[in-house]
Nanobody, 123 residues
Framework: QVQLVESGGGLVQAGGSLRLACAASGRPFSSYAVGWFRQTPGREREFVAA????????YNGNSAQGRFIISRDNAKSTVSLQMNSLKLEDTAVYYC????????????????WGQGTQVTVSA
């Protein structure tokens, strides 16, 4: 089992940047592929980006294309999401999720979830 804790959320102006971090504890972090999702009230969770166990493969969702970069440091048991050129519609609670079985590019492929971190983009 792995525990996930997100950090780095906050308030930022449109066009700005934020870097989210997902810190893991528990079983060896390098055994888990990790994804980022986001959710706004009344809507389903949306896939943002995911990265393989080694970090050699990654996949961005539509919302992340060209603006967000996912990376990981297995030595520090962390996965980061660098978010650039933020837009008002990026406002959401961002969650990291992990799976030792699947590449978590869908909500049903994630086995463990963090509690989320709020990102608010203002005009």
């Amino acid at each position: 089992q792995v525990q996930l804790v997100e950090s780095g959320g906050g308030l930022v102006q449109a066009g700005g940047s934020l870097r989210l971090a997902c810190a893991a504890s528990g079983r060896p972090f390098s055994s888990y592929a990790v994804g980022w999702f986001r959710q706004t009230p009344g809507r389903e969770r949306e896939f943002v980006a995911a990265i393989s166990t080694s970090g050699s493969e990654y996949y961005n969702g539509n919302s992340a294309q060209g603006r967000f970069i996912i990376s990981r440091d297995n030595a520090k048991s962390t996965v980061s999401l660098q978010m650039n050129s933020l837009k008002l519609e990026d406002t959401a609670v961002y969650y990291c999720a992990a799976s030792s079985r699947f590449f978590p590019n869908r909500e049903d492929r994630a086995d463990y979830w963090g509690q989320g971190t709020q990102v608010t983009v203002s005009a």
